[in-house]
């Protein structure tokens, strides 16, 4: 999972989390989860964009963007490289484990 400070970079929201699931049962899962959690938290319902799909949900939550990815689908967007500075996005790279639903596109 990757959290990415968008202040002064985009009017859309302030920050931008990345996360991935294994498969599309689970990227719906997750995503529901979450809009479960901030209802809870916050009182408001986050809208959901690509559920039924369950390739890549969106949630907004008004200041955060959420994008939850099948693995495949994280690497052929490569959200992580069009917002994270070059140097945060070396830096996770190199932290990242090799593969799997929590790797970082190269």
Known sequence: MVAIDLRGRS????????????????????????????????????RVEGKEAGDWVLVDADDVIVHVFR?????FYQLEKMWMPADALAQLRQSA???GANAVPA
Not at 13 to 33: E, F, P, T
Not at 35 to 46: D, Q
Not at 71 to 75: A, I
Request: aromatic share 0%; charged share 25%.
């Open 11 to 46: 009017a859309m929201a302030d920050h931008m989390v990345i996360a991935s699931g294994r498969n599309a049962r689970q990227v719906a899962s997750i995503a529901d989860k979450l809009v479960e959690r901030l209802k809870m938290a916050t009182g408001h319902t986050a």
């Open 71 to 75: 693995p495949e689908v994280r690497e």
């Open 97 to 99: 484990p090799a593969g």
